[in-house]
């Protein structure tokens, strides 16, 4: 009896021991969800921050450029091109931030996908854990059980 407590016990650790693996790992990529959210939105504001600065430094061109200038079709051309190299500037800035929004909408449905597996996985090692307690439960009761068989004085007759 003593015996099949022990390989009870051990099973149960077994199965506890690949749930908390789970619940481990479930906690971790929720957190590493979490970090990819915070990170989105840090570049949000760094890229809005950019963007201010560019427009902020094509005003400064612009407004020095008027009060250096005579005017012109060459000052008039100046301050397009200043306008069209700002306006590059922020498009790029904003196709950075959108590349950015997809890869950690892809990093958080990979640690989803992640979360699922080893839920899966958890559930396969916990099974096979019962299972293989249990056969071994129930190997210590047919070896106890031969066992006493030998034992006894009692022999069966074999085909008579």
Request: proline share 1%; aromatic share 6%; no cysteine.
């Amino acid at each position: 009896m003593v015996v099949e407590s022990l390989l009870g016990a051990s099973t149960a650790l077994s199965v506890l021991g690949a749930y908390f693996g789970y619940k481990s790992q479930k906690y971790q990529n929720k957190a590493q969800q979490e970090q990819a959210r915070i990170n989105f939105e840090n570049s949000i504001l760094a890229t809005a921050e950019e963007q201010n600065a560019i427009l902020q430094n094509e005003a400064d061109i612009r407004n020095y450029n008027m009060t250096v200038s005579a005017g012109g079709e060459s000052f008039e051309a100046s301050l397009d091109e200043n306008q069209r190299t700002a306006g590059r500037d922020i498009s790029a800035s904003q196709t950075s931030l959108a590349l950015n929004q997809d890869a950690t909408k892809r990093t958080i449905r990979s640690l989803r996908d992640s979360t699922r597996m080893a839920r899966t996985a958890s559930l396969i090692q916990m099974g096979g854990a019962a299972l293989e307690g249990s056969g071994s439960i129930y190997a210590y009761r047919e070896n106890k059980r031969l066992l006493a068989l030998k034992s006894s004085k009692f022999t069966p007759k074999v085909g008579s």
